[in-house]
């Protein structure tokens, strides 16, 4: 595992789980006396075998399933949580810029919602997600076309259009050989280290984890543990 640069240790929090059940409704949970803190400019990565509760934690964080029982506190301030799920869910007939742009929808006024027409701010920023994750030249191209590793740098530009303080990623490195998945690496890190964010990144392959995470947590039966 990476070191943890002094800045982190000594800020506060940008988001804490305290005391968690995770899981879903009418059910035992997943994930029980969960506890966690993220830090600015940290990045924690998610091992454990499938089924575990890896993505339901993730997709906690995000807002998109609620909490069992216990806290979940982002900090004042904080703004979007950036999600890049498993399953992409690019439209793959439609372009690069396409796709980054629908990530802005979010941010923008109604009738731009409804016609789905970002102004030129939200294609400013669309436009600067592209370049930032290597795109520029394949912004007119469509999805389909594209390798692996190009359509997670498109998900990843998506996120990072809504200008997200936290950065969650769902295994977003499978399937990728292993320089591709070098260079997903590095955009992501250099993403939390040039913008101020932080991130959780759940990862099948734990010793790749350690290579590039602050800390690695693993799940554990229903336990969620640091990994020494």
């Keep these: 595992m990476i070191d943890t640069p002094g800045d982190i240790s000594m800020s506060e929090p940008i988001l804490r789980i305290s005391n968690a059940a995770i899981g879903f409704e009418n059910s035992e949970p997943l994930l029980d006396s969960v506890n966690l803190e993220l830090y600015p400019g940290e990045i924690i990565g998610i091992i454990g075998r499938s089924g575990l509760g890896k993505t339901s934690l993730l997709r906690t964080i995000a807002g998109l399933i609620p909490l069992l029982s216990g806290e979940l506190e982002v900090s004042r301030g904080v703004g979007e949580i950036g999600y ?39 294609r400013d920023q669309a436009r600067s997600a592209i ?29 990072m259009v809504q ?12 399937e990728l050989d292993a320089d591709t998945a070098k260079d997903i690496i590095s955009l992501i890190t250099n993403i939390v280290k040039e913008q101020g964010t932080a991130a959780i990144i759940v990862d099948h392959n734990p010793v790749r984890a350690s290579t590039f995470c602050n800390r690695v947590l693993q799940i554990r039966g229903t336990r969620l543990e640091e990994v020494e």
């Design 131 to 159: 370049e930032s994750v290597g795109l520029s030249e394949k912004v007119l191209e469509p999805i389909s076309l594209l390798s692996g590793g190009q359509q997670r740098r498109v998900a990843i530009a998506r996120s």
């Design 163 to 174: 200008q997200p303080t936290i950065l969650l990623a769902d295994e977003c490195l499978g």
């Design 84 to 122: 890049i799920p498993q399953r992409l869910g690019l439209i793959t007939h439609q372009t690069v810029g396409y796709n980054v742009m629908m990530g802005a929808l979010p941010k923008a006024p109604l009738w731009q919602t409804i016609f789905s027409l970002p102004g030129q701010e939200y």
